[in-house]
């Protein structure tokens, strides 16, 4: 049986193909003028903005979970959804710095 995957996660794997293309492909020729500096730059900014706006969606989402009486979590499910934004959070900041040492490296 197939799970389905959530949107949520489908643009996190795009965000992060996109980081890794530019990554794997930042000593290519195309990247080498400058105009492919700031198309690089730029996309990554955009990526992180999108990775950002996930982020806080998630977090604005678990802490609505957290807060409903209704539902009754066990420490493994409450450790679950705070493990998760946590995690995105961290993968934000890497994201974020990533960005921002190859834009001061120039």
Do not use: H, P
């Amino acid at each position: 049986m197939v799970d389905k995957v959530s949107l949520k996660d489908r643009a996190i794997y795009i965000i992060c193909i996109v980081f890794l293309t530019l990554d794997l492909t930042s000593s290519n020729v195309i990247w080498a003028s400058e105009i492919g500096y700031y198309i690089q730059i730029v996309a990554r900014i955009i990526a992180c903005i999108g990775f950002a706006i996930i982020v806080i969606l998630d977090l604005v989402d678990s802490s609505r979970k957290l807060k409903n009486r209704e539902n009754l979590y066990s420490k493994k499910q409450i450790f679950k959804i705070v493990s998760s934004v946590l995690i995105d959070f961290i993968i934000l900041i890497i994201f974020v710095m990533t960005t921002y040492k190859r834009a001061v490296s120039k």
